[in-house]
């Protein structure tokens, strides 16, 4: 746990300069699903997450199914919710990791399919192994997940 807690956002300063990124933004208080629909809002547009390559700790779920969620989690569901569409099925539990308020999480990138490859490789090199294309940007409004 501490190895990824004191990893650091450094891509952040490399990935900002690569000319098929279009924004980028760390995961802190509003959670993945909150700070993907800040995106999604500035920029008129739908982020679609396919949930099932989205990055977890190992074990995130199995603590949260036990309770280990925390309050913030539920109180941005609450003020965003009615602007993200989960497919049918889709666990409480789940639903509790994409609105979790990270204080120091990951970074969204949004970035042309074609320089994918490079932010991958960027972030790969620089330590941050489980980076990932976890979904796509389309014509819409709000947040997805599939």
């Not at 569901?77 to 049918?88: F, K, M, N, Q, T």
């Not at 120091?104 to 991958?120: H, I, N, R, Y």
Request: with cysteine; net charge negative; charged share 15%.
């Amino acid at each position: 746990m501490i190895a990824l807690t004191t990893q650091l956002n450094k891509p952040g300063i490399a990935l900002a300069q690569l000319e098929g990124v279009h924004a980028l933004t760390d995961i802190t208080g509003f959670g993945l699903a909150g700070h993907a629909l800040e995106l999604a809002r500035g920029a008129g547009v739908q982020v679609r997450f396919d949930w099932s390559r989205t990055p977890l700790i190992a074990g995130v779920r199995d603590l949260a199914a036990q309770g280990c969620i925390t309050g913030a989690s539920g109180r941005n569901w609450a003020s965003y919710g009615d602007e993200i569409i989960l497919p049918a099925g889709f666990s409480e539990v789940d639903r509790a990791l994409f609105c979790d308020p990270q204080t120091s999480g990951g970074l969204l990138v949004s970035c042309s399919a074609d320089s994918a490859a490079e932010v991958l490789a960027l972030f790969h090199a620089q330590g941050f192994a489980d980076a990932a294309v976890i979904g796509e940007v389309t014509a819409g409004h709000g947040v997805s997940v599939y």
